[in-house]
Nanobody, 121 residues
Framework: QVQLVESGGGLVQPGGSLRLSCAAS????????MAWYRQAPGNQRELVAS???????NYADSVKGRFTIARDNAKKTLYLRMNDVKPEDTAVYYC???????????????WGQGTQVTVSS
């Protein structure tokens, strides 16, 4: 049974930093592209960043230059480093296991439960 568990969310002030983690179990982590999504109240879930099996990353324009996605295959863990956060980054953040070869990210059906990030002074 595949399980993704996000952690690291919380309350952070504008301009601050946060690191999210997504621990995977029951799956071959290294064989899949992975991604972070977020969903703010009243909004659709949106792709924030993705990373392929060979470490190639892509970012939404709204977070480019501020967020960094990374993976540790030995620990089966996906990370999202969030710097210079803004109030509009407030959302529930989810990790997603991709499907396909892993050389390009295609969203799959496996999601974590999410972790809340609130940016406020």
């Amino acid at each position: 049974q595949v399980q993704l568990v996000e952690s690291g969310g919380g309350l952070v002030q504008p301009g601050g930093s946060l690191r999210l983690s997504c621990a995977a179990s029951g799956t071959s982590f290294s064989a899949y592209a992975m991604a972070w999504y977020r969903q703010a109240p009243g909004n659709q879930r949106e792709l924030v960043a993705s990373i392929t099996t060979i470490g190639r990353s892509n970012y939404a324009d709204s977070v480019k230059g501020r967020f960094t996605i990374a993976r540790d295959n030995a620990k089966k863990t996906l990370y999202l480093r969030m710097n210079d956060v803004k109030p509009e980054d407030t959302a529930v953040y989810y990790c997603n296991r991709g499907v396909g070869s892993g050389y390009v990210f295609f969203p799959g059906d496996t999601w974590g439960q999410g972790t809340q990030v609130t940016v406020s002074s």
